[in-house]
């Protein structure tokens, strides 16, 4: 399976700042997506980033809070845009190719101050 | 968005089986079954995956109803290290929608 690195693994930022996670996959992927969990909370996806166009966003979810980027099959950045305390979440990057299986990495810890 | 409903968290002694249940009586004819189970401080990890006929594979094996409005994850021998939020997952085309899951416990 597809080996995904996630950087930060973790970070602490003040509100009002903005973060780009970013999303690096060890070989050419068809999709890629990403995912909030919120603490003590099941995954809800953000949005499908597509390769050389604007991602798709999920329902609740806008390009202005959230832009992302995919500028080719093996990466990807998701920016989290004037962050407030309640933006503070996990963060995390998955990926899948034709009928393989959705993998995911292991997440960016993110909290707001 | 496609429901699953499972319970909030079971427990299991180790070495016996365990079976994590899932409802998914809105499910289409196009929806997979998917599980994956999510350990502390890691992503999500694939288990298993099925249509309609019941899969083994080396971590686990997956019983789907004949109507398929329900399936059943089994843990053959529960280890400390299957200790995880488990999510039953139905997945169309290549969007995932997780539900809550199941805490596992598992007691030594």
């Known amino acids: 399976s597809a080996v995904i690195s996630q950087k930060p693994s973790r970070d602490i930022c003040q509100r009002g700042t903005s973060l780009t996670i970013q999303c690096q996959v060890d070989?050419?992927?068809?999709?890629m997506f990403w995912y909030r969990q919120q603490p003590g909370q099941s995954l809800t996806l953000i949005a499908t980033a597509n390769q050389g166009s604007e991602a798709t966003y999920e329902s609740g979810f806008v390009i202005d809070k959230f832009p992302i980027s995919r500028p080719n099959l093996t990466f990807s950045t998701l920016t989290v845009s004037n962050m407030s305390p309640e933006d503070s979440s996990i963060y995390l990057c998955?990926?899948?190719?034709?009928?393989?299986?959705?993998?995911f990495g292991d997440g960016t810890r993110l909290s707001i101050l | 968005d496609a429901k699953t409903t499972q319970p909030n968290s079971m427990e299991s002694n180790e070495e016996e089986p365990v079976h994590l249940p899932c409802n998914h009586s809105?499910?289409?004819?196009?929806?997979?079954i998917h599980w994956y189970r999510q350990l502390p401080s890691q992503g999500p990890e694939y288990v298993i995956h099925?249509?309609?006929s019941n899969v083994n594979n080396r971590m686990a094996s997956l019983a789907i109803a004949e109507d398929r409005k329900s399936s059943t994850l089994i843990l053959h021998r529960a280890t400390l290290r299957d200790a995880a939020v488990y999510y039953c997952i139905l997945n169309t085309g290549n969007q995932f929608y997780f539900g809550t899951g199941t805490s596992l416990t598992v007691i030594p």
């Open positions: 070989s050419q992927v068809t999709m």
């Open positions: 099925g249509l309609t």
């Open positions: 998955s990926v899948k190719d034709g009928n393989q299986p959705q993998h």
């Open positions: 809105t499910i289409s004819g196009t929806d997979y």
